[in-house]
């Protein structure tokens, strides 16, 4: 077995969760050790960006703490989205309108990069009122295909179908106006110069295989060039990361816990593609886009 590393501060407070939930429910189960109960059962006073995240949030005047928990907790946004003021530096850090769009479809949606690059363009209904009558804003299908070309696939096996043309059903996403602005950026440029017609969204821009699909590796390369360029603020002062690499299976929610290390790049890219935390799914209906 690797030689375990200390727990970060993200996996030190969901352990801290955990403690402080499991000795409440002994106390209050038995009736014991109430001066342990008193003393984990505390509040704190609300800040505005709790407010803010809370169901009634502007009716809050308290919020539960943890005393077990670390000093100084990092509050982040969702784990599969950017960290605020990221995404900014992402996009000055890429040099194609394609990468532009890339960085924009994932930090403003839940979108897994498997997912991304196995879109094909009959799986964009990016305007009001599509014909499939999923969702009345733009949005996007995600479909689970055995044969893409480039072998990416979407980490979910929802039904889907063709009607008349239109594809229904899959996961589906809505479209924020940034994404449907990068979308007709990168359609008008790069993808009309260099397609094929093999009528997946995302194309290999150079190189012997140019105009074909782009692969899940190649876009999260893209993304680890992205995240340790200069203009990149996870790179400054920073060495590389073991975590830097998204890995399949349980030992990609490490970037998070630390088990791996604390570097940002590492971190900043797992957030981004999708790999940080395990997905929470809310059906039926679509999942908002930039929440």
């Known amino acids: 077995m690797p030689p375990k590393r200390p727990y970060g501060t993200a996996a030190l407070s969901i352990s801290a969760t955990v403690l402080k939930g499991f000795y409440l429910h002994q106390c209050v189960k038995r009736g014991i050790n109430n001066q342990l109960r008193e003393a984990l059962d505390v509040s704190r006073l609300s800040t505005t960006a709790d407010r803010k995240r809370a169901f009634l949030g502007h009716v809050k005047t308290s919020m539960p703490a943890n005393p077990l928990a670390p000093p100084n907790s990092p509050r982040r946004r969702h784990p599969k989205m ?6 900014p530096e ?4 890429v040099n194609t309108a394609r990468d ?7 930090s403003d949606s839940s979108l897994r990069i498997g997912g991304l690059t196995g879109l094909h363009l009959v799986d964009l209904h990016l305007r009001e009122n599509a014909d499939c009558g999923e969702c009345k804003s733009p949005h996007v299908h ?10 990416a696939r979407a980490k979910k096996k929802e039904d ?10 899959g996961e589906i996403y809505r479209a924020s106006p940034a994404m449907v602005s990068s979308y007709f950026k990168y359609m008008t440029t790069e993808y009309a110069k260099h397609a094929t017609g093999h009528g997946m969204l995302l194309i290999q821009l150079s190189g012997p295989t140019t105009g074909e699909p782009w692969t899940a590796d190649a876009a999260r390369g893209m993304l680890r060039r992205a995240v340790g360029g200069p203009n990149c603020p996870a790179a400054s002062g920073r060495t590389r990361s073991p975590a830097v690499h998204p890995r399949e299976g ?13 570097g940002a790049p590492g971190l900043l890219l797992n957030q981004l593609d999708g790999h940080g935390q395990p997905e929470v799914r809310v059906r039926p209906g679509p999942r908002g886009a930039g929440r």
């Open 82 to 87: 950017l960290p605020d003021g990221a995404r």
């Open 90 to 93: 992402l996009l000055g850090s």
């Open 100 to 106: 532009e769009m890339v960085v924009t479809w994932l």
């Open 142 to 151: 995600v479909c689970h295909r055995q044969t893409n070309p480039n072998r």
């Open 160 to 169: 889907w179908s063709v009607t008349d043309g239109v594809i229904c059903g």
């Open 250 to 262: 349980p030992g990609r929610h490490d970037a998070e816990g630390g088990r791996r290390g604390e």
